[in-house]
């Protein structure tokens, strides 16, 4: 009997001046564990003037992941952040009760051809959280735990599995994983995970019980401690979940709330602009129209 309990596919999505592949949510599976939103950034290629340019927005009751294969954009937010995430570097920002940010080109790169290709990740909070003080981490590539065994290559982004923890912040049981190979093999890593699973084919494609599985897919599983596949050569995939929270999570645009009522506070103090703001940045994203959630 298969594992896999539903197959997701990208599907085009806008964020202002830019398309992305959107994975989660879907209107079968809202959520993988704690994992509420992913989207998949390219890869694409900008000319010499276009521009990343997703001006300062909003966030509350979630921790985004900033997760770069190419390119580079640059962050800014209103607890005073400014740096330019790279290549296999994490962003780790965490909401709780409001932040604003910014993302955008860096300056240096706004009149060069460039490519941008990555992962938005959105991980909702714990009840008990989703107000708390907002933070931010940035973790260099260099910092992540990574590992080869068996032929295979391994990075624990976020998160706890095989024994190993990231330093990303996490505030609920998850783990996010990156594996690659050159040869086909097997790959059975069920014992190290636990709660809800998922698995997402970047590049390559892999096998399951007789089925292969190509990119820009998520494989959604039954049972995340029986996660075994084969990958085929040079392949790329990431593999996420955890625990899932007791409680339904509500998203309206850049808010993630377990109630609805907090997600209406916040739609009118970003009318209100009584959000925080960020140093040197001057507009904002303004609230879409209303639509139900």
Not at 31 to 45: K, Q, R, S, T, Y
Not at 221 to 249: H, Q, W
Request: aromatic residues 10%.
């Amino acid at each position: 009997m298969s594992n896999i309990q539903l197959i997701i596919e990208e599907r085009a999505a806008d964020i202002g001046n830019f398309l992305v592949g959107r994975l989660l949510p879907f209107r079968q599976k809202r959520a993988v564990g704690p994992f509420v939103f992913l989207d998949h950034m390219g890869p694409a290629h900008l000319s010499n003037y276009q521009n990343l340019d997703v001006g300062p927005h909003p966030h509350i009751g979630l921790s985004t992941l900033t997760y770069l294969f190419e390119g580079s954009i640059m962050h800014r937010d209103s607890l005073g952040n400014e740096i330019e995430i790279k290549p296999g570097a994490v962003n780790w920002m965490t909401a709780g009760k409001g932040i604003v940010h910014s993302e955008r080109t860096p300056e240096y790169l706004r009149t060069s051809e460039k490519m941008l290709h990555g992962l938005q990740i959105w991980v909702a909070l714990p009840m008990e959280l989703e107000k708390m003080e907002p933070s931010f981490v940035h973790i260099e590539e260099k910092d992540i735990p990574h590992w080869t065994e068996n032929g295979l290559s391994f990075k624990l982004i976020a998160g706890e599995a095989f024994g190993k923890k990231s330093g990303v912040p996490t505030y609920s049981p998850l783990y996010f994983i990156e594996i690659k190979n050159t040869a086909s093999q097997k790959v059975n890593i069920g014992k190290d995970l636990f709660g809800e699973g998922a698995l997402y084919v970047l590049e390559g494609s892999i096998k399951s019980e007789g089925t292969t599985f190509g990119e820009k897919q998520i494989l959604v599983a039954k049972e995340s401690t029986l996660c075994e596949f084969e990958m085929d050569e040079n392949s790329t995939v990431y593999i996420f979940g955890g625990e899932a929270f007791p409680e339904e999570r509500f998203i309206y645009w850049n808010f993630v709330a377990t109630d609805k009522a907090i997600i209406e506070e916040a739609k009118e103090r970003w009318i209100q602009q009584t959000f925080p703001e960020i140093p040197g940045e001057t507009g904002f994203v303004p609230l879409p129209a209303p639509t139900k959630f």
